[in-house]
């Protein structure tokens, strides 16, 4: 991205929503730099078997797809139709009444109509009608049919990387067409042709060889929790000290390894890891199951159905009882709607139950993992944890409900209960901006790199807009989340629309608050900031 | 394109009716074969259709929540926008079914300068829409009238209830005044709306003028062109008795009302109207959101080739062992 001539927010919210006189299938996909992300490269398709590994760039005219690229997609698509009721069926009851247009952000930061969610899927409806279809075989167009060419082809990629499969739309739809499907299919198509995105592939193999989508080795993930656990010793005193693939714990954790690397994501890490000191819990974290996000999720099933087994298989190998999982959005989508299935019955593991409060998590027994704002919850719910909630008094917090959470779990009042718990002053956000229709960061489903800032920067305005309302009204400097894509996205997103919020996960704001046994005298936050009262005082 | 071919279609598809009936004096294919090819059509096509969906599974459990799950006992859940239960389902397939509950929750975006973004609540898709489909069931309900003998009384009730204002002979019905300006409101909002008018295709302009055809067509029948509705009757009862008759001086705008309800008979089944059955198939609706709770099973769940751990120790052995890290193999 070339920071010099990229465009200031004045410039990019100039947005016009009028479409183009000429109908949509006579207007030709425009490929825009800032838009779409680098094509996935050889090095990242080849080691998971991935079909079509070759070197490509999005901007060039031969995208160095198969020869009988056409026979494959439309056999595949034939083949995913016989597979999922859902696509047949959003293929065939679409009534156009335009309902979802204006519910999806990237249309309304950006106001391509090809981003309102009934042409997203039209985009694909065309071709449905064209092959599969008996009125648009003898019709043609007029019964809304179209050629599969290389231009529809190259649209079709265009935007299904421009969707971040958040299932806003999909609320709105009078039949619960779900353009998260779609996308989700069209992906599926792509990537027997070698369309994917390099952001996507580049994880999915990293996270394929290492357990993880960064690429972090056993060594590097211990050299980097080190790192910053001296820094939790810095803040509270305390030595935390987790422990690795340990046979035998009671408990599984996994997180999503961006919780492991970079900040804000680490201080969410810190605060789980303090809290789990101070319980004295019986926990392990696996340097091979390593990743609870799933960018696999993001390419076709199957893949994501490789990446994830090793979760379960892990548990099973180091005897836990039950698995815990962090805070990240689309790991929950992942891990409450699609784990069970893929992956059980779960029969080698046990119901889970907190060793701390005894609560059985009823809603859990059959797949065995619970989300660590459940586990919290309860606990706090108990009375199990020593809270000052005076010291998040310099954080003014509102809370942004991740998609994947939100309309694929229905995970509002925990998040919430939490940090209403560790914080005095929450305050919400508009309602038709938050819960079920909470906005995306702009940067989900595999979006979140750098070359397509202009898309997840318009397709965050509306989050960001939401943030700007009670920033300016209740004075709200702090984004709570409980997702490490937003941990990443979020920042450069208020950064630019709403300077002076931050961003944080929802632990760390846990461990701000908690008093813990045999700690110093707290000056600080996890991140370093002066608690209310303590500003000149330094960590010694 | 799509606007002008529909509404061509359809006045040519009145004028095949007219020439045919009055001109070439087809009153037995117009008024005994071609509505009950089209009802053959409708049934088995429904059938097809639904069938089709049937036959391709539901590999995983998606619902979309709207509202709060169920996970502790101290948290309010919402049972309809997120059931847990398949009585929850039934209840939410109901409010979705019978009063539109997802377009209920339609907003309308405004976007000003600054930018500021607000979005407000707008119910008239949601009204136009519920209106169009009660008044579309009212009308259709009270056509029982000449499909049976003796008449139900639900039907005279829902004809008297329909008639309450008592004005113009013969009675004003409620609904047709409804129905139309229901129908109207859908085809203008597609014209105008540049949003609307961008994404419609013929297939959404055709079946609203072949409504509005055929509700003018029944209006017009009714209270202007009168036509023998004693003929009318023992022609219907003909076809329901498989003993069609064709009484004589029906009047042709009969003819054209029944030939382009038989065209929608025939063309529901292959279009976007099945979105009437398809709602009931939607797995983002119809399914609790219990998927940690009971395993949702997939007919073609496979095995999958992965990295295991021993390959992913082999890998690395050394680094473990070098971080203390305990492995299998030494």
Redesign the interface.
């Known amino acids: 991205m070339a920071k010099a001539k990229f465009p200031t927010p004045e410039e990019l919210s100039k947005i016009s929503y009028t479409p183009p006189q000429k109908g949509w299938m006579d207007t030709p996909v425009d490929i825009r730099p800032g838009i779409f992300c680098w094509g996935a490269k050889e090095k990242s398709l080849k080691p998971i078997g991935f079909p079509n590994a070759r070197d490509w760039n999005p901007t060039d005219e031969d995208w160095k797809i198969q020869e009988n690229w056409k026979e494959i997609f439309l056999e595949t698509m034939g083949d995913l139709l016989k597979k999922y009721r859902s696509f047949r069926l959003f293929m065939d009851i679409c009534v156009r009444c335009g309902a979802c247009a204006d519910k999806c952000h990237y249309f309304i930061g950006g106001g391509d109509p090809k981003n309102m969610p009934v042409l997203r899927g039209e985009l694909l409806r065309s071709i449905y009608r064209r092959y599969f279809t008996a009125s648009g075989k003898a019709l043609g167009k007029i019964a809304g049919a179209r050629e599969l060419t290389m231009d529809v082809l190259k649209e079709l990629w265009y935007y299904a990387y421009q969707c971040s499969e958040c299932r806003r739309c999909s609320l709105f739809c009078p039949y619960g067409i779900d353009t998260a499907e779609i996308t989700i299919m069209a992906r599926e198509l792509l990537n027997r042709l070698g369309l994917n995105i390099e952001w996507i592939a580049g994880p999915v193999a990293n996270c394929y060889r290492t357990g993880n989508h960064l690429g972090l080795q056993p060594h590097t993930i211990r050299d980097s929790f080190d790192m910053f656990l001296d820094d939790v010793e810095t803040i509270t005193g305390i030595r935390v000290a987790p422990t690795f693939n340990r046979k035998g714990a009671e408990i599984l954790l996994v997180i999503p390894s961006g919780d492991m690397f970079a900040d804000p994501g680490t201080f969410t890490t810190m605060g789980e890891l303090l809290l789990f000191n101070e319980l004295g819990l019986d926990y392990t974290i696996s340097t091979y199951a390593s990743e609870g996000g799933n960018f696999g999720f993001f390419t076709t099933n199957e893949m994501a159905k490789r990446l994830h087994t090793k979760i379960y298989s892990e548990a099973k190998r180091l005897g836990v009882k039950w698995i815990l999982g962090g805070e990240c959005g689309h790991m929950w989508r992942v891990w409450h709607q699609y784990h069970n299935t893929w992956f059980g019955p779960i029969d080698f593991l046990e119901e889970p139950v907190s060793p701390i409060t005894g609560t059985k998590f009823e809603n859990a027994k059959s797949n065995k993992t619970v989300h660590i704002i459940e586990f919290t919850a309860d606990l706090i719910r108990n009375g199990k944890l020593n809270i000052d909630k005076s010291r998040n008094d310099h954080l003014k917090v509102t809370f942004h409900d991740s998609c994947n959470p939100a309309r694929g779990m229905g995970f509002f009042e925990e998040p919430r209960y939490v940090i209403k718990s560790v914080c005095n002053n929450f305050y919400d956000m508009p309602d038709n901006t938050i819960r079920e229709q909470t906005f995306c960061c702009g940067s989900g489903s595999g979006l979140n790199a750098g070359e397509n800032m202009e898309t997840r920067l318009r397709g965050g305005l509306p989050r960001a807009n939401a943030v700007r309302y009670v920033h300016e009204k209740f004075g709200v400097n702090m984004l709570a989340n409980i997702c490490a894509i937003d941990r990443a996205a979020l920042p450069p997103l208020m950064d630019y629309w709403v300077p002076g919020v931050r961003v944080t996960g929802t632990h760390e704001l846990v461990a701000n608050a908690m008093v813990f046994k045999g700690e110093k005298k707290r000056v600080t936050d996890m991140r370093g900031d002066p608690l209310p009262g303590m500003e000149g005082k330094e960590n010694v | 394109?799509?606007l002008l071919?529909s509404f061509f279609s359809v006045c040519v598809l009145a004028l095949i009716a007219f020439v045919g009936v009055k001109t070439v004096n087809l009153h037995f294919l117009f008024g005994v074969v071609i509505p009950y090819v089209a009802f053959i059509v409708f049934v088995v096509g429904l059938i097809y259709?639904v069938m089709?969906?049937?036959?391709?599974?539901?590999?995983?459990?998606?619902p979309?929540?709207?509202?709060?799950?169920?996970?502790?006992p101290?948290?309010?859940?919402?049972k309809l926008?997120?059931p847990?239960t398949t009585l929850g389902v039934i209840g939410r397939m109901a409010l979705?079914v019978l009063l539109?509950r997802?377009?209920f929750?339609?907003?309308?975006?405004d976007?000003r300068?600054?930018?500021?973004?607000?979005?407000g609540s707008t119910k008239w898709?949601w009204l136009g829409?519920l209106a169009f489909h009660y008044t579309f069931l009212v009308i259709l309900l009270r056509h029982l009238r000449l499909f049976t003998e003796p008449v139900p009384y639900f039907v005279t009730l829902l004809e008297s209830l329909d008639g309450f204002f008592q004005v113009a002979a013969p009675v004003l019905y409620l609904s047709d005044i409804i129905f139309l300006a229901a129908v109207s409101y859908l085809f203008l909002r597609r014209v105008i709306?540049?949003?609307?008018?961008?994404?419609?295709?013929?297939?959404?302009y055709f079946p609203l003028f072949l409504i509005l055809a055929i509700g003018l067509s029944g209006v017009l029948m009714r209270y202007f062109y009168k036509v023998d509705i004693v003929g009318v009757k023992q022609l219907t009862m003909g076809l329901v008795s498989l003993h069609p008759v064709i009484p004589q001086g029906i009047g042709v705008i009969f003819y054209i009302h029944l030939f382009l309800i038989s065209i929608l008979f025939v063309y529901f089944p292959?279009?976007?109207l099945?979105?009437m059955a398809?709602?009931f198939?939607?797995?983002?609706?119809n399914l609790a959101?219990?998927?940690?709770?009971?395993?949702?099973?997939?007919p073609?769940?496979y095995p999958?080739?992965?990295?295991?751990?021993e390959e992913?120790?082999d890998?690395?052995r050394d680094?473990?062992k070098?971080?203390?890290?305990?492995?299998e193999k030494e």
């Open positions: 394109m799509g071919f259709r089709k969906w049937g036959s391709s599974p539901v590999p995983f459990r998606i979309t929540t709207g509202g709060q799950e169920k996970s502790f101290w948290v309010k859940y919402s926008d997120n847990f979705e539109f997802s377009l929750r339609n907003t309308k975006t976007y300068e600054g930018p500021k973004i607000a979005y898709l829409g709306l540049p949003q609307i008018r961008y994404i419609s295709l013929a297939a959404d292959l279009s976007k099945m979105h398809g709602v198939m939607s797995p983002t609706r959101n219990n998927n940690r709770f009971i395993r949702h099973v997939n073609w769940n999958v080739h992965i990295h295991t751990y992913y120790e890998d690395f680094k473990m070098a971080a203390g890290i305990p492995v």
